[in-house]
């Protein structure tokens, strides 16, 4: 039962495996060469308790295109609304015996339990602030395309890192495929801790964007702030948010990225998500393409690369 928990523990043969497997099915689609059946007679089960639009449709839309039967859980309509709890919820769905249940829950390590409890496939499709393994490998590939390379590029990750499990597997990939990755933003929302893992820190959008060739802005999560700080809104764009006057700090051919959904006005300026060096309609679009390669991954079976997932 492979599963895909996170980047962590993965290797870079492995994601690199995942980016070529997810390349080839970016061609298929835009040749609207849609029609496969690797997955035909395997059921495919989404579960999200917290919101989504793009990961959840891109997963739906992945596996009906690999011809897997796709159900998608509505769990505000279900009995999680009576108090049945997600280990009970996830041992309901198991009965029914799907191939790979695909999880997003707000609590950090909740899908990883999961995953100990049914006998089917469970892909991390985001949990609470640790990891959001498929958004990494979208980020990756939409790079990749780009620049022809991960290696040595400088990343600039910019804004509420803290509570960011974008930002966490983000830094996970773009690290093991030897990328230099900064970190940016206010020192409450910007841990120092990540010092330690040999990453750069600072507070300065002028120093962070220096030379940077990708400039990936980050949602202030303000729904995970309760009880901490808070930033104004005017305040945190004024610093941190980035306008076409910060980006200029970065190369002249620097690619602006942001996972969505975007607080325009706060983290990022629309003339900058909507100009011509964004990237951000281009990420969900490699969004559909990795969901296939993950979930060809890890419910096709081992072999042929597919040791990718565990
Ligand atoms: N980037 C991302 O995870 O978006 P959704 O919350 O809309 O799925």
Redesign the pocket.
């Known amino acids: 039962r492979p599963h895909l928990l996170g980047i962590e523990g993965l290797s870079k043969p492995e994601i690199l495996d995942l980016l070529d497997r997810a390349e080839a099915f970016v061609d298929i689609e835009r040749q609207k060469n849609r029609r496969r059946d690797t997955l035909a007679g395997r059921t495919q089960i989404n579960l999200f308790f ?7 449709s891109s997963f739906e839309l992945a596996g009906k295109r690999l011809g897997a039967d796709v159900m998608n859980m509505a769990v505000s309509q279900s009995s999680v609304k009576k108090g049945e709890t997600l280990i009970d919820t996830a041992m309901t769905l198991n009965a029914m015996n799907p191939d790979v249940i695909v999880v ?1 829950h707000h609590a950090s390590g909740a899908v990883a339990l999961l995953a100990q409890k049914v006998d089917c496939s469970v892909v991390n ?2 949990d609470g602030s640790h990891e ?1 393994p498929t ?1 990494a490998l979208l980020d990756a590939l939409t790079i990749r395309r780009h620049k022809g390379r991960i290696e040595r590029l400088t990343v600039a990750i910019c804004g509420d890192v803290a509570h960011s499990r ?1 930002a966490r597997s983000n830094i996970l990939l773009l690290t093991a495929l030897d990328a230099r990755v900064r970190l940016v933003g206010p020192s409450t929302l910007v841990p120092g801790a990540f010092r330690d893992m040999g990453l750069e820190v600072t507070t300065s959008m002028k120093d962070g964007l220096k030379d940077a060739d990708i400039v990936m802005m980050l949602r202030l999560q303000r729904e995970r702030m309760q009880g901490s700080f808070v930033p104004s809104v005017r305040e945190y764009f004024r610093y941190w948010g980035l306008d076409e006057e910060k980006l200029a700090y970065a190369k002249p051919d620097a690619l602006v990225m942001h ?3 975007m607080n325009r006005g706060v983290e990022i300026d629309p003339a900058v998500a909507d100009g011509p060096q964004s990237l951000i309609r281009e990420q969900v679009e490699m969004g559909v393409a990795v969901r296939m390669a993950v979930l060809e991954a890890v419910v096709a079976g081992r072999g042929n690369g597919a040791e990718a997932v565990r």
Do not use: D, I, K, Y
């Open positions: 917290e919101n989504s639009t793009r990961t959840q997003r499709a985001g959001h958004q974008v996972p969505g959904p």
